[in-house]
DNA sequence: TTCGGTTACTTGCAAATAACAAGTCACCAC
DNA sequence: GTGGTGACTTGTTATTTGCAAGTAACCGAA
């Protein structure tokens, strides 16, 4: 069950263009990465943590994800114990640096999508 | 074809939680919505335009994302001309307050994504 | 006046991806 | 040894994508 397509056999899937913009998306375009992000910006840690949040993410998507962010350098997978086996999730500087990326999209939607609010307590501030 | 489940019948599919981050992917949690605004930015406005970027967006696609877009009052569409029927789509106060959230995205993908570029002349920046 | 070209799409279909439910594996507590 | 929890994986179905092609409304040249 390989996330290929027929096209290439190894590495990852070709950058669409060598934009910014476009580039970024091939990492996090999707409906759920960036939630996984804020979780974790949120102090989130473990896979369960992270399977709590009230958008409920499907456990495959929530496996591939963290799969794919560790693969991109933005998140660490390290065991806090052997037995049994305990992993926890954190993000690196690259994670991290999304911040403000994160910040203007809450922004953009707290002003432009009635509704919107955030829970209380959660800020991706320190 | 329609775009609903079969969940609701009317309007457009709940959103997954109040958060803004959530409710912004809802919108643009997409390989393809932001590379639509982003050329909108660039000042693209006819539809053939906006094919033309180096990503090459199918076109069944950008129909959709430019429905989509404008019925979330991100762009407007306009005819400049009656025969024949052409158009003009651009950006309302809402999709440019996208700005700081797409400028957020560039800066993190020129700094954390080795190869990235900025096509000569492109920028968000007025 | 018919032929070709352009713009702005829509349609059909195979392939990829997502969602949902369930199952697995490794423990630990009782 | 039975039940529970954390961390996933697997199978199946549903939805979305990507690609090729088709449609429709013109315009301009031959």
Redesign the interface.
Known sequence: MKKQSLSKEKGRQA?????????????L????T??VV?DLFLGKQTYGELLD????IPTNILADRLKRLTAHGMVTKQPYQQRPPRYRYQLTE?GQ??A??????????????P?????PG?DVEK
């Not at 375009?29 to 759920?32: E, L, P, S, V």
Request: glycine fraction near 6%; include cysteine.
């Open positions: 950058a669409r263009s060598p934009c910014p913009v476009s580039r970024t998306l091939d990492i375009g999707d409906k759920w960036l939630l804020r949040s009230p958008e409920r690259k640096a999304l403000a990326a994160l910040r203007a999209i809450i922004d953009w939607g707290l002003a432009w999508l509704g919107t609010r955030l829970p959660q």
